[in-house]
C-alpha cells in the first residue's frame, strides 16, 4: 500500500512510505518531486501509480507524476491543462484517466480532460454541466462515470449528479439526489448501484440512498446509526460496506458501521481504537482493510494505523 504526501501538524508533505501487509511494516519510499495534498492517486493498468494535482500549502498544481513500483521511482508526467485540488481521478474501463472539476485556487471548476498512459498526453474532454469540488466518482459497470454532490461556491453543497460517457466524451445531467452533500462518500455495490451516504449539507447527515445505473433513480435506503461526514467507506469482499469514524458536530468518532445491501439495515460494529476523520482506509488482498493517518483534534494529525478484520 502506498501512501503519499498529505499534511502533518506543520507542513505540506513530500514524502511517501509503503505499508507490507505481509510483515505489518512501513518502509520509506522515494519522494515525489513536489509536495502535494488534496491531490488524486489512481493505478493505472501496467501497476504505476498516477499522481495528479494538488495543493502545496501555496499554490493549487497541475503537475502530475507517476510512481513504478518495479524500480521505486518517481517521474515527472505531462502537465494538466488546468491547475486542481479537490478534484476526482477515475480511471476508466480503457485505462485512461479521467479528471473532472476541483478548485484552482481562484475558482470552481467544471473543466475535465483525459490522460492517456500509451501516449502519455493530455485531451480537454467536455465540462461538467455544474462546476464542484469535493464531490465523488464512481466508475459503473456500463463504463460511464457516475459524479454526485460537492460544492460548487455559491453554495455549501450540491444535490446535483451527471454522468461522463467515454464513448462520446460528454456529460449528461442525471436526476439529483435526495438530499445535498460534500464530504460524503460513494460506493459501487455489488449489484452495479451505487451507495451515496452522509456527508454534510450545513448540518451532518446519517442519510443514505442508492443509485440504479438502469433507471437513473435514486431510493431512499436505512439511515446511518449516526451522522458523519468525512470519513471512509469500504466495499468489503462479503459485499457489504464498512463506514469507519469521521467528523461529527461535537468533534470527532470513533464508531464504525456496516450496510447489509441485501437488508438496506445499517448495523453498528466494533469501534477503531483511535477517533479521526480525513483519513484513507484500503482493502487489502487478504480481506482485511488498512485505516491510516487522518486528523483528531485532541491529538492533532496522525501517523497511527489500524487492521479492521472483516
Not at 38 to 64: D, E, M
Not at 82 to 87: F, K, S
Not at 139 to 144: I, R
Request: hydrophobic share 35%.
Amino acid at each position: 500500500m502506498l501512501v503519499a504526501g498529505g499534511y502533518n501538524n506543520s507542513k505540506y508533505l513530500q514524502s511517501v512510505e509503503i505499508y507490507d501487509p505481509s510483515t505489518a511494516s512501513w518502509t520509506i519510499a522515494n519522494s515525489m518531486a513536489y509536495i502535494r495534498a488534496h491531490h488524486t492517486a489512481s493505478v493505472l493498468a501496467n501497476g504505476q501509480v498516477f499522481v495528479t494535482g494538488g495543493y502545496t500549502g501555496g499554490k493549487s498544481l497541475n503537475s502530475t507524476e507517476l510512481f513504478d513500483p518495479s524500480t521505486g521511482v518517481w517521474t515527472l508526467a505531462a502537465n494538466m491543462s488546468y491547475a486542481r485540488r479537490y478534484h476526482t481521478g477515475t480511471t476508466l474501463i480503457d485505462g485512461n484517466i479521467l479528471v473532472a472539476g476541483g478548485h484552482d485556487g481562484s475558482v470552481y471548476l467544471s473543466a475535465a480532460e483525459i490522460y492517456d498512459p500509451s501516449t502519455g498526453t493530455w485531451a480537454i474532454t467536455g465540462s461538467m454541466n455544474t462546476a464542484r469540488r469535493k464531490h465523488t466518482d464512481s466508475l459503473l459497470a456500463n463504463g460511464k462515470v457516475l459524479i454526485t454532490g460537492g460544492e460548487d461556491g455559491s453554495s455549501s453543497s450540491l444535490s446535483s449528479a451527471e454522468l461522463y460517457d467515454p464513448s462520446t466524451r460528454m456529460w449528461t445531467v442525471t436526476t439529483n439526489m435526495f438530499a445535498t452533500r460534500t464530504e460524503h462518500t460513494a460506493t459501487v455495490l455489488a449489484n452495479g448501484t451505487v451507495l451515496v451516504a452522509g456527508g454534510s449539507k450545513g448540518g451532518f447527515l446519517r442519510s443514505t440512498e442508492l443509485y440504479d445505473p438502469s433507471t437513473e433513480l435514486w431510493t431512499l435506503t436505512g439511515n446511518m446509526t449516526r451522522t458523519r461526514e468525512s470519513y471512509t467507506a469500504t466495499l468489503l469482499s462479503n459485499g457489504k460496506v464498512l463506514v469507519v469514524a469521521g467528523k461529527i458536530s461535537s468533534g470527532y468518532t470513533n464508531s464504525t458501521e456496516i450496510y447489509d445491501p441485501t437488508t438496506g439495515i445499517w448495523s453498528v460494529a466494533q469501534s477503531i481504537h483511535t477517533g479521526r476523520y480525513a483519513h484513507t482506509a484500503s482493502l487489502l488482498n487478504n480481506g482485511q482493510v488498512l485505516i491510516t493517518g487522518g486528523y483528531n483534534p485532541d491529538i492533532g494529525y496522525l501517523n497511527s494505523t489500524e487492521l479492521y478484520q472483516p
